[in-house]
C-alpha cells in the first residue's frame, strides 16, 4: 500500500508552459506539504495545508498554486515555467497531533527545458 | 532565525566502522527533532523523532540522542546498505514549519 503518492515521476517540459504535480496520502492525515529540492539536495517547503486551508506559504513566486479539493490530496500547478524551477518536488503528510512526524511521497522530478 | 546545519557534508565509512553525524539546530522552541534517510530518486524515509533533551531512540544499528543544542545520529558497525543521505530536520512551537539541514551523504565501503 502506498502512503503517499505523488504523478508524474518525471516531467520534462519546455519554458513557459504550465503544468500540475498531483499528490494523495491514505494515512488519515490532516496537514500536506510540498517540498521543493534543489540540486545540491537541500528541502525547502513550499506550502503547507492543514485541514484543506493553506497555513505556509514560503515566499514562493504566485506563479506557484497549491489546490487541495479534500484532505487527502494537495496538487501543486505551476504557471509559465522557468529554468529554476527545474528540481525534485515532495509532497509529504503529516498528522498535527501526535508525533507530527512526515511521511514524503517518491517525488516528482521536473526539468525545464 | 531558525537554521539547521549538518557535518560532515559526506562521511566514507569502511564497514564495521562505527561514526556519528551532527546536526545542529537553533529553533524557537523546539517541537521536535526529525532525523530522515534518502536513498537516490527516493523520498526521505522517516526514521526517528526526538521531543527533549536527554533523550535517546534506537533502531538497529542506528541511535539519535539530543541536547539542547545539537542531535547525534550514531551508526554502529555500518553495512553497505545503510549508504544513503541522512537528514535532520527541525519544529519550532511557532508553526508548521519543518526546516531541514542539507544532510550527510554517507558511503560505507565493504
Known amino acids: 500500500d502506498t502512503a503517499v503518492s505523488q504523478t508524474p515521476k518525471y516531467l520534462v517540459t519546455q519554458m513557459g508552459n504550465d503544468k500540475s504535480i498531483k499528490c494523495e496520502q491514505n494515512?488519515?492525515?490532516?496537514?500536506m506539504y510540498w517540498y521543493k529540492q534543489d540540486s545540491k539536495k537541500f528541502l525547502k517547503i513550499m506550502f503547507s495545508y492543514n485541514n484543506k486551508e493553506l497555513i505556509i506559504n514560503e515566499t514562493v513566486p504566485n506563479r506557484f498554486s497549491p489546490k487541495s479539493p479534500d484532505k487527502a490530496h494537495l496538487n501543486l500547478h505551476i504557471n509559465s515555467l522557468e529554468l529554476g524551477d527545474s528540481a525534485v518536488y515532495f509532497c509529504?503528510?503529516?498528522?498535527?497531533?501526535?508525533?507530527?512526524?512526515?511521511?514524503f511521497g517518491p517525488g516528482t522530478r521536473l526539468t525545464v527545458l | 532565525e531558525d537554521q539547521v546545519t549538518q557535518s560532515p557534508e559526506a562521511l566514507r565509512l569502511q564497514e564495521g566502522e562505527s561514526s556519528s553525524l551532527n546536526c545542529s539546530y537553533t529553533?524557537?522552541?523546539?517541537?521536535?527533532l526529525f532525523w530522515y534517510r534518502q536513498d537516490p530518486g527516493k523520498g526521505p524515509e522517516f526514521l526517528f523523532t526526538l521531543y527533549s533533551a536527554g533523550e535517546e531512540k534506537e533502531k538497529e544499528r542506528l541511535k539519535a540522542t539530543l541536547t539542547k543544542k545539537e542531535s547525534f545520529l550514531h551508526i554502529t558497525a555500518p553495512n553497505p546498505e545503510d549508504s544513503a543521505t541522512y537528514l535532520c530536520?527541525?519544529?519550532?512551537?511557532?508553526?508548521?514549519?519543518?526546516?531541514f539541514g542539507t544532510g550527510t551523504s554517507l558511503t560505507v565501503i565493504p
Open positions: 529553533v524557537s522552541g523546539l517541537r521536535g
Open positions: 530536520a527541525v519544529q519550532g512551537w511557532t508553526g508548521n514549519q519543518f526546516y
Open positions: 509529504a503528510s503529516s498528522q498535527t497531533s501526535g508525533t507530527n512526524e512526515q511521511f
Open positions: 494515512l488519515g492525515h490532516d496537514t
